[in-house]
């Protein structure tokens, strides 16, 4: 267990709708990453939140943002949904140089 | 820009064997190279890192990399594979800490009794 939660595991949905994916980053942790893995394009780094403040943008669609709260948990959402954003999707959050990731939200677009 | 190339994205070896997983960099800055580890259905997991402290590098599970800057290359080994290590691995890269990982393609590790 590496601390760090994600939630749902599963989400099913249909194309043109949004959803939203939380993760919760280890105790004390102030950085959190989203990663995409799908099949085509493997793992890809969408974005990285520190402390409340975006720090660096991937490969991120425009129909996709996320925040981190103050509370250091961070949503990602993922609007007007197709059926190529169907992926794994994983947070991590890091002290210093390593990352930890949560166990990752299937989504399933359909 | 920053790349990993993990040669082979299928490798099988049978139980006792040598693991030997190839993993090249690409980085115009010092690295940070990393060997994480995914079993199904699962997140990932460290295996090990590289920081820039000792060339050779332990992990978890019995498993070992070895940082060559003359050759980018930080391939991951294991003297005994055992049926548990069948899984996917990963070696990412990053400049420095608390960037990005930037991930290899993976490669599939199958054991055979």
């Known amino acids: 267990d590496s601390g760090v939660t994600q939630t749902p595991k599963h989400l099913i949905t249909a194309t043109g709708q949004r959803v939203t994916l939380r993760c919760s980053p280890r105790s004390g942790d102030l950085s959190v990453y989203w990663y995409q893995q799908s099949l085509d394009q493997g793992l890809q780094f969408l974005i990285h939140y520190y402390n409340g403040e975006e720090r660096a943008k991937g490969n991120i669609l425009e129909r996709f943002s996320a925040q981190q709260f103050p509370d250091l948990h961070s949503e990602l959402n993922l609007s007007s949904l197709e059926l190529g954003d169907s992926a794994l999707y994983f947070c991590?959050?890091?002290?210093?140089?390593?990352?930890?990731f949560g166990p990752g939200t299937r989504l399933t677009v359909l | 820009a920053q790349s990993v190339t993990q040669l082979g994205s299928h490798v099988s070896v049978s139980e006792g064997a040598l693991v030997l997983l190839r993993c090249n960099y690409s980085?115009?800055?010092?690295?940070?190279l990393f060997w994480y580890v995914q079993y199904p259905n699962q997140g990932l997991q460290l295996l090990l890192k590289?920081?820039?402290?000792?060339?050779l590098v332990k992990g978890i599970n019995g498993f070992e990399a070895e940082f060559k800057k003359s050759e980018t290359s930080f391939h991951l080994t294991k003297p005994s594979a055992h049926m548990s290590d069948a899984a996917e691995y990963f070696c990412a890269v990053s400049s420095s800490g608390n960037t990005p990982l930037v991930f290899g393609k993976g490669t599939r590790l199958s054991v055979i009794a």
């Open positions: 991590a959050s890091s002290v210093e140089h390593e990352q930890f």
């Open positions: 980085s115009s800055v010092p690295p940070y």
């Open positions: 590289y920081t820039s402290a000792a060339t």
